[in-house]
């Protein structure tokens, strides 16, 4: 775990995790513009944010936030239905957990897809 196209390369048995770090942010680039308007993440069942947002890039530059979850208390699969956006960058950052008593862990990403239209 820890290499970051473990969160994107189709198996949800790997995983891309910061090595010491619970605020962290994880960064894809989709290689190209594409409309945006479903994301679907995966957290490990037992290392997810309890606090996230989820925002994207046309030039990885300027930030939109398309995307907050505050109070999240489960891993496994989150599906985020958003306003069509373009985007080339899509990028997770983590807020919590950042110490004890927090319900979740270190964020792990099992899983990030992108889908351009809505389930």
């Known amino acids: 775990f820890g ?6 390369d189709g198996r949800p048995e790997t ?3 910061a090595a010491g ?3 962290w942010t994880y960064e894809v680039d989709l ?3 594409h409309e945006i308007a479903r994301i679907v993440l995966e957290f490990k069942s037992t290392t997810y944010a309890t606090k996230y947002d989820i925002q994207l890039s046309t030039d990885g530059r ?3 936030t398309v995307d907050q979850v505050d109070q999240n ?3 496994g699969v989150h599906e985020h239905e958003i306003d069509p956006t373009s985007g080339r960058y899509i990028r997770i950052r983590s ?3 950042d110490g004890p008593n927090q319900p979740g862990k270190q964020m792990q990403v099992r899983e990030l897809e992108v889908y351009s239209g809505a389930r």
């Open 3 to 8: 290499l970051a196209h473990f969160g994107v």
């Open 15 to 17: 995983g891309a995790q």
């Open 21 to 23: 770090f619970w605020a």
């Open 31 to 33: 290689e190209g513009a």
């Open 62 to 64: 300027a930030w939109t």
């Open 73 to 75: 208390d489960r891993g």
């Open 95 to 97: 807020f919590k957990p």
